[in-house]
């Protein structure tokens, strides 16, 4: 194992999907902090959130629209008949499927933020990626995988990507933009990627902790940037990297209560400081409280972690 800029990863790879190696593997080092408390000791009661998933600047201005329940029964026949270009708009409600995408087709839940589930009974990829695909306001669950993606033009926006047997999203080759997702609970890693790379597509503004493995996990030859993230708590690393991890830009995140090894110093341009998540157990709720949170901001002089309407 190479271990080069404080950063090293192992993986393994299983039937064309990848899976985090084995939690034995715990030498090399990683991107962490030393202190604070626990965020599950300040949890309150929490109401389920009831805004609208912010919109999308990449979502479509032309093609059709779909609507399930309505012209379809399901997500999957929507996108039998949705065509590039196209909008499919999602009611409340659990879809109990594994839905493959149409290309060019947005998928948009309404009714609320995460008010729209797709339950992947337990077993398989909930959701798999076309190329220039949009998934947003989404809960995505009980896979194993959350989302795959490896096309280019992909965006997964505004979901919460929580409680997989496996991992959270999976991206291979090309970066989609991950952009304000709360991606925890997974029982392997919440982001694992794979010789991925992207000019513009970013991992921005995520919320991505208490995950079985690592908060992210990267191998192969990757170049991207990850920034303006909230990773903590998750089991193992808040991030693990193969190889080159001189090509992935990292900046500005706080990496709070991952495992750590003493030593290690924090990489230069991030925080360690308890998010202060409201209630993360008992409500899914990743808001930081604001009486004890956000001494720092992000590149973009916003709130770190996803900026999320509760």
Do not use: C, L, P, V
């Given at each position: 194992m190479n271990i080069r800029n404080g950063i090293a990863v192992a993986f393994t790879c299983v039937a064309g999907l990848l899976t985090a190696a084995s939690a034995q593997d715990d030498d090399g080092s990683f991107f962490d902090s030393f202190s604070g408390q626990d965020s599950d000791a300040q949890e309150s009661s929490y109401n389920a959130p009831s805004a609208a998933p912010p919109a999308?600047?990449?979502?479509?201005?032309?093609?059709n629209t779909l609507s399930v329940p309505?012209?379809?029964?399901?997500?999957?026949e929507a996108m039998i008949t949705a065509r590039m270009g196209d909008t499919v708009y999602v009611g409340p409600g659990v879809y109990k499927e594994r839905v493959i995408m149409a290309p060019g087709v947005a998928l948009v839940a309404r009714g609320g933020l995460f008010a729209a589930k797709i339950d992947g009974m337990?077993?398989?990829t909930v959701v798999t990626m076309s190329k220039n695909c949009i998934i947003s306001g989404f809960e995505v669950t009980n896979g194993t995988i959350g989302i795959f993606s490896s096309d280019l033009g992909n965006e997964i926006s505004s979901c919460r990507i929580v409680k997989n047997w496996m991992t959270g999203i999976i991206t291979v080759r090309h970066l989609p933009k991950i952009q304000d997702n709360i991606i925890a609970f997974n029982r392997a890693s919440g982001i694992q990627g794979w010789d991925v790379r992207s000019t513009s597509s970013t991992v921005n503004h995520n919320s991505i902790a208490y995950n079985g493995n690592h908060g992210i996990a990267i191998g192969g030859v990757s170049e991207f940037i990850i920034e303006n993230n909230?990773?903590?708590f998750n089991e193992r690393f808040g991030l693990k990297i193969l190889e080159a991890p001189e090509k992935i830009q990292v900046s500005s995140n706080n990496f709070f209560k991952n495992l750590y090894q003493p030593g290690r110093p924090l990489p230069e341009n991030n925080f360690a400081f308890d998010p202060a998540f409201i209630a993360p157990r008992k409500g899914l709720n990743f808001k930081p409280d604001p009486g004890q949170c956000c001494k720092e901001k992000g590149s973009d002089d916003e709130n770190l972690g996803a900026r999320l309407t509760y």
């Open positions: 999308s600047s990449s979502f479509r201005s032309s093609g309505g012209d379809a029964r399901t997500i999957s337990g077993r398989g909230i990773i903590a």
